[in-house]
Each structure stands twice: as C-alpha cells, then as structure tokens.
Nanobody, 115 residues
Framework: QVQLVESGGGLVQPGGSLRLSCVAP????????MGWYRQAPGKERELVAT???????NYADSVQDRFTISRDNAKNTVHLQMNSLKPEDTAVYYC?????????WGKGTLVTVSS
C-alpha cells in the first residue's frame, strides 16, 4: 500500500506561518503530480495547490500569493509554505500524488489558525 506521510501541522496565530511536508515513495513521487488539498469542518475537500513533474504550479485563488508549493526530487518530498495564515485556513491538509490518473492520499495533518 502506497503511503504518503505528512508533517508540519499545528496551531498558529493569524498572520503566522507554517510549513507542511509530505514524503512519498520514490517510485510514485518521481512520476506524479503532487498536490495539497484541505478539508475544513463541515466542508468538502478542496484543492489548495499542485505542482507537476516540471515544477509548474497551480494555486487556489484563496491562497494565491500566500502559499508556495515546492518539490524536492532528491528527497521525494513536497512542501507547502503557508504565510499570512487566516482563521479560514483552518483545516486538515492532505497530501496527494496523482500518477497517471491514480491518486494516492496521506492521512492528513491538522492546521489550526487561531488567536
């Protein structure tokens, strides 16, 4: 079973920053579009950001200019740098690998933005 492992979640004050990381098996990572999704309480899971094999990125409008996705191919890791966090960013954040239409998910890491 493919396992994606997220880390870096936690409690942060509004305006603060967090960096999420996700490690994937090399056999998956090297040929996958990687992404971050999030699910807030009572809401559907939504796309946050994606990065393809050539490091072309895509962001949800709500996080544009605040979040940055990147990938470290040597470490099979994708990061999500989150700045200027807002209470509405509170959610469980999930790492996703999309390899030729087959999607793999991590178990999620909780981000809480609150004073």
């Amino acid at each position: 079973q493919v396992q994606l492992v997220e880390s870096g979640g936690g409690l942060v004050q509004p305006g603060g920053s967090l960096r999420l990381s996700c490690v994937a098996p090399g056999s998956i990572f090297s040929s996958s579009f990687m992404g971050w999704y999030r699910q807030a309480p009572g809401k559907e899971r939504e796309l946050v950001a994606t990065i393809d094999i050539l490091a072309v990125t895509n962001y949800a409008d709500s996080v544009q200019d605040r979040f940055t996705i990147s990938r470290d191919n040597a470490k099979n890791t994708v990061h999500l740098q989150m700045n200027s966090l807002k209470p509405e960013d509170t959610a469980v954040y999930y790492c996703n690998a999309n390899r030729m239409g087959v999607k793999y998910w991590g178990k999620g890491t909780l981000v809480t933005v609150s004073s």
